[in-house]
């Protein structure tokens, strides 16, 4: 009998050690201590919750998968281990909006295991930032768990309020090509795209996105039952499967970046920190640049890109381009409709399509020869019109072609409702092209501007061959579209949602604003607020995309011709989501700083101070504004342009028109 009791009394406490084990508090705390991730069991099904500064930001929500044909990787677990770890280390990016970032975390992994059944393990490893926090699952190699296929990702996150986020909807527009909206988020009602921007009542902002999207589906949210918490919802194959793996595997990560103002939203790094060192081992070869383009004139209907008398790519038409470029400090000529495959119907049917053949009167060794001897390169495109097997079948014969002829930058595009007529830009299966496309560019010293791409998340630190993506509703939409354009607020709000995502192909520099072919768009800004631009919207490849002649004698092209694509230091001065935004960066390689200020529809005035320069050293900057009497609407083109000597003390009253801006060249004495 007491050997019972002894026996007795040791399962118990065997019992109250494991649950204690599994109900202690697991917390990993940001190194500076304000803000903290918990991690808790509640009957076995993983949760986690996010704190800054005492204030709970997202209540405990849900994590785990559900798979195809096998029971719910989500609950019956219990904890095997739980590890932490530190982490301190400063990189260099090979382009950026800064040139150090700080890569400092404390790690949390929770190894989980199911205590019945196949008893298959799970890991979920957290990582807590000062500005944010980032999770990953990880499913480690073992037993009962190998080749499987996720139907749902069932992370949540239980926002505490119910504030306003700024979202577009990730199915029904293509490519992320849409206005974004602000709404409360219980009031969204739609699937939404990341990174999903939440301004708080409290002024602060939350940024959900992810980080290291590696063969796995780009990641969604709605809001679930029209409530204050998003769930993930993962991009389908047609099959409707949402990821087909196999252990050990490891998710991208989702990250939440939690700033204070909009400074410290634009300058978080969490997703280029979660993703993994450059793999490039030279990268002297990757050069962010400014470009120009037979481009807009096939926008504007002036040209076309298929064969015939308008045929835009024709040897002369880029040798003119490429005297533009050598004369204004532009570095690349980009070329559309150079190849077979354009006559016809090409969107959704680029099976067509040669990545090698040009048209006849493009003379490439001509235009190539005549741009080395002007220290200009051409920029390839491949339109692949969506025909992703065409394209993967010819991928080294396209860039063996293209490097024979000293073309060390592609555009590509994928202009289709489906990839290769079934399956979406952002699905699994898009994600492993683009990234096919990424790693066979580097071997080859390519660099890419990714356009119809799904949407970037911090690639470019691994492969910074990857220059630029689209990914947003750009310049193009004020040639053609049926709605009149881009509004004036739209780039009042990219910097903080789509921007946040890395460098954004969206192509301003347009001094003509009319289209006489489609007279009901045209572009909504003054010219003031298209230099400004240059600074407010950052790319390491930044395209002046009007025609030369339509730059050619009008002096606001200078702030184009100097403005950099590489910069030290990148600040927020001032703005609102929507409204308006001070962007200054300076320059990598001098010491000159540029601002660029933009509005929305309102115009408005906006003081600034310059402390950020270097105290008791003399600035000249040469100022580009709205004049008194300019207006997007009545009077776009109205522009001064004046110099004045500034230093740390001095504060300007930036007066921008509706749809205005400024834009102001800092030259250090
Ligand atoms: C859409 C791209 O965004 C645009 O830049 C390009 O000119 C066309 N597709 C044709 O490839």
């Known amino acids: 009998m007491k050997r019972i009791k002894l026996i007795f009394i040791i399962i118990l406490t065997i019992i109250i050690a494991a649950c204690s084990n599994n109900s202690k508090e697991i917390i990993v705390s940001s190194p500076d201590g304000n803000i903290f991730a918990e991690f808790e069991l509640k009957d076995g099904k993983p949760y986690y919750r996010i704190v800054k500064n005492n204030e709970q930001i997202i209540d405990f929500s849900q994590l785990g998968f559900e798979l195809n044909g096998k029971t719910a990787l989500n609950g019956n677990f219990v904890i095997k281990n739980t590890s932490e770890s530190s982490f301190d280390e400063t990189w260099e990016q090979t382009w950026g909006e800064e040139i150090l970032v700080r890569n400092h975390y404390n790690e949390l992994t929770v190894e989980l295991q199911e205590s019945k059944g196949e008893q298959r393990l799970l890991t979920i490893i957290f990582r807590v930032f000062d500005d944010g926090v980032g999770f990953r699952y990880v499913f480690p190699e073992q037993p009962n768990l190998t080749d499987f296929e996720i139907i749902d990702e069932l992370t949540e996150f239980a926002l505490t309020e119910d504030s306003q986020a700024w979202h577009i909807n990730a199915y029904k527009g293509e490519y992320y090509e849409n206005l974004y909206k602000k709404l409360p988020v219980s009031k969204i009602n739609d699937t939404v795209s990341t990174p999903l921007t ?232 898009g994600v492993r092209h683009y990234r096919k496309v990424i790693e066979t560019a580097a071997r080859y010293q390519i660099m890419i501007d990714n356009h119809e791409p799904v949407m970037p998340t911090g690639l470019q630190r691994t492969y910074p061959n990857l220059m630029a993506q689209e990914g947003v509703r750009g310049q193009e939409y004020d040639a053609w579209s049926k709605d009149g354009g881009n509004p004036p607020e739209h780039t009042c709000i990219v910097p903080f949602t789509r921007g946040l995502a890395g460098s954004v192909d969206f192509t301003f520099g347009t001094f003509n604003f009319t289209n006489p072919v489609n007279p009901q768009t045209r572009v909504q800004t003054t010219i003031a607020k298209q230099l400004a631009l240059y600074v407010v919207i950052y790319s390491p490849l930044q395209m002046a995309s009007d025609l030369p002649e339509n730059y050619n004698g009008n002096s606001a092209f200078e702030f184009i011709s100097a403005v950099p694509v590489d910069w030290a230091k990148t600040i927020i001065k001032d703005g609102k989501i929507g409204e308006y935004v001070v962007t200054v960066r300076k320059d990598k390689y001098s010491n000159d700083w540029f601002m660029g200020a933009i509005t929305n529809a309102a115009a408005r005035n906006v003081k600034v101070d310059f402390s950020f320069l270097e105290d008791g050293k003399k600035y000249k900057a040469k100022i580009f504004k709205d004049a008194p009497d300019a207006d997007w609407k009545t009077n776009p083109y109205a522009i001064i342009i004046e110099e004045q000597e500034i230093d740390a003390t001095t504060v300007i009253d930036l007066n921008l028109a509706s749809g205005g801006g400024t834009a102001i060249w800092i030259k250090a004495e």
């Open 198 to 429: 939440i301004e708080t009542g409290n002024g602060h902002y939350i940024t959900i996105h992810e980080a290291n999207l590696t063969d796995y589906a780009a990641m969604n949210l709605y809001p679930k039952n029209n409530s204050t918490t998003l769930k993930a919802e993962l991009t389908p194959w047609s099959t409707g499967v949402k990821v087909y793996t196999r252990a050990p595997f490891a998710t991208p990560w989702r990250t939440i970046i939690l700033a204070d103002n909009l400074n410290a939203l634009v300058n978080s790094r969490i997703m280029l920190n979660l993703n993994e060192p450059c793999k490039i081992e030279n990268t002297d070869w990757i050069k962010p640049a400014k470009y120009i383009g037979i481009w807009w004139e096939m926008h504007m209907e002036k040209s076309t890109w298929s064969q015939g008398a308008k045929h835009g790519a024709n040897t002369n038409n880029v040798l003119s381009f490429i005297d533009f470029a050598a004369a204004n400090n532009v570095q690349g000529v980009l070329v559309e409709g150079w190849n077979y495959g354009w006559d016809g119907t090409w969107s959704g049917h680029g099976e067509q399509f040669s990545f090698t053949k040009p048209y006849p009167d493009f003379d490439i060794k001509k235009i190539t020869d005549y741009a080395a001897k002007k220290g200009v390169e051409l920029i390839g495109h491949n339109e692949t019109g969506g025909a992703t097997i065409n394209y993967e079948n010819q991928l080294e014969d396209a860039f063996t072609f293209y490097k024979k002829y000293g073309v060390n930058t592609v555009k590509t595009g994928y202009v289709a409702r489906f990839l290769d007529g079934k399956e979406r830009h952002s699905s699994q299966y």
